[in-house]
Nanobody
Framework: QVQPVESGGGLVQAGDSLRLSCAAS????????VGWFRQAPGKEREFVAG????????VYADSVKGRFAISRDNAKNTVYLQMNTLKPEDTAVYYC?????????????????WGQGTQVTVSS
């Protein structure tokens, strides 16, 4: 079983940057696609970005295109989410999830294993 563990969240001001990390506990997730999702209070969990097992394909939600970048280092068994020019509306709990079918899609149902989340708060 693969257990993703997120880190790197925090409180920042609008316009700042943060880098989230998702490390695999247990088995490696080097062969699987990984996605980042977020959930703000009172809202549905939404797709943010996804990356294929090789890193050759990435997908982004329109709301973060040009500001966020997903990457991975399979040697370190870690996936990153670089978040730049943060806005108050980016405030949410951010989750990392593993898709063993390597689809790299926005559909939550495609993801098998989920982390516990890390809080990102952007003040105006």
């Amino acid at each position: 079983q693969v257990q993703p563990v997120e880190s790197g969240g925090g409180l920042v001001q609008a316009g700042d940057s943060l880098r989230l990390s998702c490390a695999a506990s247990g088995r490696t997730f080097a062969w699987y696609a990984v996605g980042w999702f977020r959930q703000a209070p009172g809202k549905e969990r939404e797709f943010v970005a996804g990356i294929s097992w090789s890193g050759g394909r990435t997908v982004y939600a329109d709301s973060v295109k040009g500001r966020f970048a997903i990457s991975r280092d399979n040697a370190k068994n870690t996936v990153y989410l670089q978040m730049n020019t943060l806005k108050p509306e980016d405030t949410a709990v951010y989750y990392c999830a593993v898709d063993r079918t390597n689809q790299v899609v926005a559909n939550r149902a495609a993801y098998d294993y989920w982390g516990q989340g890390t809080q990102v708060t952007v003040s105006s």
